[in-house]
């Protein structure tokens, strides 16, 4: 079971933060000299990366909210480092999971920049995300010590508005061609009519949810209560569960089967 040593107290205990574009690096001494490639560099959380879906075309690139990803910036803190030749690992852990990190240091600016760089430090990197025989492999090609706390919970923000940007692109262009190909395992969407037989179970659940008696319920409501009163199966139920939290409606009380609406939070 995933265990984060992410100090969230220490990570969301600053105050205010100033906007930027989610696609560009909030990293004002980063040198585009350094970005290999010139798509715009996404925001994301370690679990985003983690469910990351490969592309069935090349099995080289990575497809998140719909959108195919190459460049990355995540900010976490490390553990694990291990230092050889020509390469420094580390783990890094931003509080919704670890992923391996990879920095090549062949030249006199790598080794540099890689020395400050303990376990227990927070750092942003900037990173290229690429498959190899159907793995995941993050291979950063700038890492810096985070020195404002702020920056985290800016980061963390700008994940979820870039995140839900996509999905509503993504919810979009489904709805609007019910023949649209999948960019994951080229295979057509179910169209417009899953859609909306989607946002009607979710009614459903988010009706059920908000009743009075179930709001007051200090452990929510479990999964199986939700089956047996709206006579839907576990996995429409649990899509549906999914959908609202990605939407921020529902949370996750005592553990992955009880939920409570955020109307009352």
């Known amino acids: 079971m995933y265990s984060s040593q992410f100090d969230g107290n220490a990570a969301f205990s600053g105050g205010g ?27 994301l959380t370690v679990k985003q990366l983690n469910e990351a879906l490969l592309t069935s075309n090349d099995n080289q690139n990575f497809v998140i909210d719909g959108v195919e990803v190459n460049n990355v910036t995540i900010l976490g803190m490390v553990s694990d480092r291990t230092e050889r030749v020509p390469d420094v690992t ?39 995300l690429k498959g190899f025989q159907g793995k995941m492999t993050l291979v950063a090609y700038a890492v810096r010590p985070v020195v404002d706390f702020n920056e985290l919970t800016f980061h963390f923000i700008e994940c979820m508005c870039v995140h839900m940007y996509n999905r509503k692109q993504l919810a979009a262009s489904v709805s609007t061609d019910p023949q649209v190909m999948s960019s994951v395992n080229g295979t057509p969407f179910r169209g417009y009519q899953s859609a909306q037989q989607n946002q009607g179970v979710e009614k459903m659940v988010m009706d059920y949810l908000q009743q009075p008696a179930n709001l007051a319920k200090e452990k929510g409501v479990h999964i199986n209560e939700l089956m047996q009163q709206l006579n839907l ?11 609202l939290e990605d939407e921020g409606l529902v949370y996750s009380t005592i553990d992955e089967e009880h939920y409570k609406s955020t109307a009352n939070a």
Do not use: C
């Open 17 to 43: 933060f100033m906007p930027s574009q989610a696609t560009q690096s909030a990293d004002p001494s980063f040198s585009p000299a350094k970005n290999r490639d010139s798509q715009g560099i996404v925001p």
């Open 90 to 128: 580390f783990t890094l852990d931003d509080g919704t999971g670890r992923i391996k990190v990879q920095r090549w240091v062949n030249e006199s600016y790598d080794y540099k920049e890689m020395e400050e760089f303990k376990d227990g430090m927070y750092v942003r990197v900037h990173a290229s």
């Open 233 to 243: 199966p576990k996995d429409k139920i649990m899509a549906s569960m999914k959908a």
